[in-house]
């Protein structure tokens, strides 16, 4: 458990401010749900950090987002055909924040970004690790190589100090700058809706 134990610290930091503060959609039952199922799959396996265990695993994403969090930088992903946030396989890695970042500079091409700590100044909690974002688990699709599982998404916003051009990698058909509102309109996923709501709530309550 020592190693899942990150996880799990991250995971209660995050109940603990998005699932609990004045944050509008705070008490929906998906929300807690979200949190509980995260709790549960991390608590039933060490093998979760690892592609290996087939029923399902963590993956580590980041929303990247300029420094005054009007744009949001989507990767439109080659195997899904959609427009959705870095992010990959943590492949054994337990610090998922890591994950999330080190996808983050090799999906784009990016290396000015750094993590927003929003934690004290909305919070007024210190906490050792970037807090999780958002939380995500989903069904992906079979195909040749694996059968149907589930991601469990630890999501993390991250930014970038300049909106540089992005380099787009092969595990992409393009990664491209979306204001909020053109972000909306190229997908319709509701957890990428969720996460654009989220940072329209933080620009508001940090005053950006």
Same mark, same amino acid.
């Given at each position: 458990?020592?190693? &899942?134990?990150?996880?799990?610290?991250?995971?209660?930091?995050?109940?603990?401010?998005?699932?609990?503060?004045?944050?509008?959609?705070?008490?929906?039952?998906?929300?807690?749900? &979200?949190?509980?199922?995260?709790?549960?799959?991390?608590?039933?396996?060490?093998?979760?950090?690892?592609?290996?265990?087939?029923? !399902?695993?963590?993956?580590?994403?980041?929303?990247?987002?300029? %420094?005054?969090?009007?744009?949001?930088?989507?990767?439109?992903?080659?195997?899904?055909?959609?427009?959705?946030?870095?992010?990959?396989?943590?492949? !054994?890695?337990?610090?998922?924040?890591?994950?999330?970042?080190?996808?983050?500079?090799?999906? %784009?091409?990016?290396?000015?970004?750094?993590?927003?700590?929003?934690?004290?100044?909305?919070?007024?909690?210190?906490?050792?690790?970037?807090?999780?974002?958002?939380?995500?688990?989903?069904?992906?699709?079979?195909?040749?190589?694996?059968?149907?599982?589930?991601?469990?998404?630890? &999501?993390?916003?991250? +930014?970038?100090?300049?909106?540089?051009?992005?380099?787009?990698?092969?595990?992409?058909?393009?990664?491209?700058?979306?204001?909020?509102?053109?972000?909306?309109?190229?997908?319709?996923? &509701?957890?990428?809706?969720?996460?654009?709501?989220?940072?329209?709530?933080?620009?508001?309550?940090?005053? +950006?």
């Amino acid at each position: 458990m020592t190693l &899942r134990q990150d996880l799990l610290t991250s995971i209660d930091s995050y109940q603990r401010t998005w699932a609990i503060t004045e944050y509008p959609t705070r008490v929906t039952s998906e929300e807690v749900d &979200r949190v509980e199922c995260f709790k549960s799959f991390v608590s039933s396996t060490q093998d979760c950090f690892l592609r290996s265990h087939q029923v !399902g695993h963590i993956t580590g994403s980041a929303l990247v987002v300029n %420094s005054n969090l009007t744009k949001v930088l989507l990767t439109h992903h080659r195997k899904l055909g959609m427009w959705l946030q870095l992010g990959g396989h943590a492949d !054994g890695h337990h610090l998922v924040h890591e994950v999330a970042m080190t996808e983050a500079i090799e999906e %784009s091409g990016l290396n000015n970004l750094s993590f927003l700590s929003y934690e004290w100044d909305l919070f007024q909690q210190k906490v050792s690790r970037p807090l999780p974002f958002d939380l995500d688990s989903h069904v992906i699709p079979a195909n040749a190589k694996d059968g149907e599982h589930i991601h469990y998404d630890v &999501r993390y916003l991250i +930014i970038a100090d300049q909106e540089t051009a992005p380099i787009v990698s092969h595990e992409s058909h393009d990664v491209r700058w979306f204001t909020i509102s053109e972000a909306r309109h190229v997908t319709q996923e &509701r957890s990428m809706h969720r996460q654009f709501d989220k940072v329209e709530w933080l620009k508001a309550k940090l005053r +950006i």
